[in-house]
Nanobody, 125 residues
Framework: VQLVESGGGLVQPGGSLRLTCAAS????????IGWFRRAPGKEREGLSA????????YYKSSVRDRFTISRDDAKPTVYLQMNNLGPEDTAVYYC???????????????????WGQGTQVTVSS
């Protein structure tokens, strides 16, 4: 299994970025992919997830109005559209994958078996 994030970079406050998580190496019909981030000096936090087990999306409350998760099953690839970014969004962003029919908490790190290397997002003027 391999996860590769892309789309990070430097953006001005108020700007937008779309992160991409390209997943490969598995054939399970049921899986979930989550987006997490780790800001300097802080613990990794869950932002959003999308699941084929229940067909739902999940968001941390503080990003719900600004971030949108979506997926392309044909690839499979998951995207995180991030709008109205602020300096507090500066972090390394990771995607993670759990295989099988998952019933745990989608925004907790312990539920995911596979992780990407991360992509840096810096919000600064």
């Amino acid at each position: 299994v391999q996860l590769v994030e892309s789309g990070g970079g430097l953006v001005q406050p108020g700007g937008s970025l779309r992160l991409t998580c390209a997943a490969s190496g598995f054939t399970d019909d049921y899986y979930a992919i989550g987006w997490f981030r780790r800001a300097p000096g802080k613990e990794r936090e869950g932002l959003s997830a999308i699941s084929t087990s229940d067909g739902r999306t999940y968001y941390k409350s503080s990003v719900r109005d600004r971030f949108t998760i979506s997926r392309d099953d044909a690839k499979p690839t998951v995207y995180l559209q991030m709008n109205n970014l602020g300096p507090e969004d500066t972090a390394v962003y990771y995607c993670a994958l759990t295989l099988g029919f998952y019933t745990g908490s989608y925004l907790q790190t312990y539920g995911y078996e596979y992780w990407g290397q991360g992509t840096q997002v810096t919000v600064s003027s």
